[in-house]
């Protein structure tokens, strides 16, 4: 017999207020073309001997990471499993900076060691001392959906009853100006801007924000927004739902937390905040539709 | 119960051969593929490595793609291996547009990004090569040439990316969400890490020796595995034939270092009982484990205290390969895989070339030819930077029936 | 060798990103590894790099490294009779 799973806490550092869910009512309205995240202070959660070689990115993990597992009443997560579309930018360009200005000698063992996209759940793990399955996922605007399904997965199969899934991704100066010319940030569209989400899933419905109905990530193919929807709700056993639901896309969530490769993770983050706050009775998130492929997932009050 | 997931295809690429036939070869004539690079270019090139023999021009026309377009070399080792996996399963495209492709790699299209970072960074640089940077990027340009999976993604955990992407192939095919996922990983050199590794001081100016007194770090090595991975029912239907089994795996954290292993292996130790317990065999159901072994100092005899935890004074044979291929980093769990698969099918015992001397502690290897051995349930561990440790239980047709 | 010692404790703070620290809370026989200051196995490779940047010293491995890192005193006492910048 399949488990249900619900989302037990979720949260988040971002453009917005971190931490906090002050965005639903009373978002922080974006201007510009880039944005860095508002960090809390780190030094209030890791002591300074611990962070200083965490990069933004890492601290960002690192306290998501324990606020989501404290709010959940969870010590250990039996899962660490987590997305990341980029891995640690700072890290890499100062590495691979020095290579290209200065030659292939002298460089820093701790740029290298941390710029690997494995060290935040590495890290997180470390931390913890958590021995349990421990998984990083990198492929672009379904980073996060594949770690999400991978937790989903595991859980309907019984082999874990609770785990920590989170997504993170860093847009440095020096990458808000590369995917520019690239093409991927443009002026006009929603600024730039860079994500931390952490979320606990468990099998326990006690506390939950919500229950994670469905959840799966596919190659993009030209099917429409309706039939997305209809599906996923189907899916979900929901077909005949005739009560509250919100749609949570891109479109409509880029405002808020502007654009970057984690964005469907805001989006499930913001849904079970917005199904546990009673704002809606059933979230259901198309993430990524704009690139090459959609995360879907449906989230409903716990009943 | 072993879970007994067929395995109906496989495709190798290594510094050993390009195809699984050629593979075989080199590892019954024990001949290594490690020496200085040719493509590569770097201010060290006298650090030995396992290239692949195979300029990015070779790879292009073996694949068919025009030489003026630019593609990540990890790719293009990945597709050799794909189309050799893809192949042996007897794919078709439809039968690809249903399936999950889960592939492992850490670089990704970095070996282009390195060459064109500075104009990157001027405002300079083709926009489609920026967007090849990433691993998605890498994963889509492996796939591509063979038509549209229904889902792919990308696993990077290091040197266990291909192991993992194989585990949760599995996984994905147990929860019935798929009936086919081919699932592997690949990885080509790069100056990134090479250099990281070098900054890390875990290179060997000298051939690796896994498991030997004098060993003094690792060699490089690139590659690509694939296997196809098919549920029971499915592949009874389409009439595949299994070249082996995935009958059990284990994933668990060493979380001890980023990138250091525990001095009592504990990480691999979990993930090793955790793939016999989902098969359902105890360790003397083993007849051959392929190690990590890759000839640090570190992994050596962290790796060795794990093997004694779980085996006790009946050890099996054990022994790396990474003699022949150095270490494939992200792909290593697949190439190493296929090796397995080699090895079962074949009846003979992969030797650890290099290794000469026991040191204190540390397991004594696989080091004389043999040939005609019966070889039922196979471990093969991937153990990678962060303490991500995981390891594969394969077992041969044979026992499976 | 006071100037050294002092020098070395600046370049280690900045190298090691002990952010909240100053050479004056770094005690010369203090140990650098292990129960004193807490360093690990990546800032002893970091060590090595620093001596090599700034005092064109290159220790071949990390073991060697172990010996000259104890603490300040060792380090200077190391890096007087080797420097070669």
Redesign the interface.
Known sequence: MPERIFIKSACQISCQSPLAEEWIDSPVALSGNYLRSQDPKFSDFIPPMHSRRMGLLLKRAVVTSEVALRKAGITVPDAIITGTALGCMENTEKFLGKICREGENMLSPTDFMQSTHNTISSLIAIRLHANGYNCTYSHGESSFGSALLDAAVQMRLGKIRNALVGCHDETTEETFRILTHAGYFSEGEAPATELSVSMVLSTDPDGALCELRSVSVENSHSRTADDVYREALAKAGLADFRGDVKILSDEGFSPIFGKNLSLPAAEVYAGAQMVGNGRCSVAVIVGGSCGRSRTVVVLSEKC | MPLGIPIVGAGVISAIGNGMHRTLESLLEKRSGIGPVRYLT???GDLPCGEVPLSNAELKELAGIPQDRIVPRTALLGIQALHEALGTAGLSREDISKAAFISGT?V?G?DI??DR??D??S?K?D??L??LH???GT??ATSAPFG???????????CSSAA?AII?GA??I??G?FDIVVAGGAESLS???L???????ILDREKCRPFDETRNGLNLGEGAGYVVLESPSHAEKRGAKPLAFLSGYG??????????SSPEG??AF?AMKEALQTAGLTPSDIDYVNAHGTSTPNNDASESAALRRIFGDNMPPVSSTKGYTGHTTSASGSIEAVFCILAMREGFLPVNIGWKTPFEGGIVPVHEDSRGVRIGHVLCNAF?????DSSLLLSSVNTMK | MEDLKQELKEKIIAALKLADMTPSDIDNEAPLFGDGLGLDSIDALELMLLLEKNYGIRLQNPAEGKKVFVNIDTMAAYVAENRTR
């Not at chain 2, 549209?148 to 290091?158: E, H, L, P, Q, V």
């Not at chain 2, 994933?251 to 250091?260: G, L, S």
């Open positions: 770097t201010e060290h850490t990704g970095i990004t390195e970072f500075l990157y960074l405002g640089g926009p489609s920026i967007l990433d691993c998605r994963t889509d549209d999976f229904a889902f792919s993604t990308t696993i990077s955990t290091a993992n949760y996984d994905l147990r929860a969400l100056r990134y890490h250099n990281g590794f070098n900054s890390l001081m994933n668990a954290c060493d979380a001890f270092h980023q990138t250091a504990d990480g979990l990678g930077f962060g303490g991500n």
